[in-house]
């Protein structure tokens, strides 16, 4: 059975961080592409930012500079770390896991950013 858990939101303040975890179960994490998506209420799902197996990066140019992605393969574990927050990032955020066709979701977990 293959799982994505999130961890890691909440409510923050305007310019404050936060640190998302992912830990992945069934699958063979090394070789999958993972990601961290976001959806805020009335719009469409969007990617965040991506991190390839070979550790090669992408973000969103709305993140650029603020957020940062990582993975730790020996701990089957995703992170965004997200500085400079605004409300504009007040979304769910899904963890995402992808290799060729095959996709998997995590449940998501709520980041709200007040002013």
């Known amino acids: 059975q293959v799982q994505l858990v999130e961890s890691g939101g909440g409510l923050v303040q305007a310019g404050g961080s936060l640190r998302l975890s992912c830990v992945a179960s069934g699958i063979p994490f090394a070789i999958y592409r993972m990601g961290w998506y976001r959806q805020a209420p009335g719009k469409q799902r969007e990617l965040v930012a991506s991190?390839?197996?070979?550790?090669?990066?992408n973000y969103a140019d709305s993140v650029k500079g603020r957020f940062t992605i990582s993975r730790d393969n020996a701990n089957r574990s995703v992170y965004l770390q997200m500085s400079s927050l605004n409300v504009e990032d007040t979304a769910v955020y899904y963890c995402?896991?992808?290799?060729?066709?095959?996709?998997?979701w995590g449940q998501g977990t709520q980041v709200t950013v007040s002013s």
């Open positions: 995402y896991a992808g290799f060729f066709t095959t996709e998997y």
């Open positions: 991190i390839t197996n070979g550790v090669s990066t």
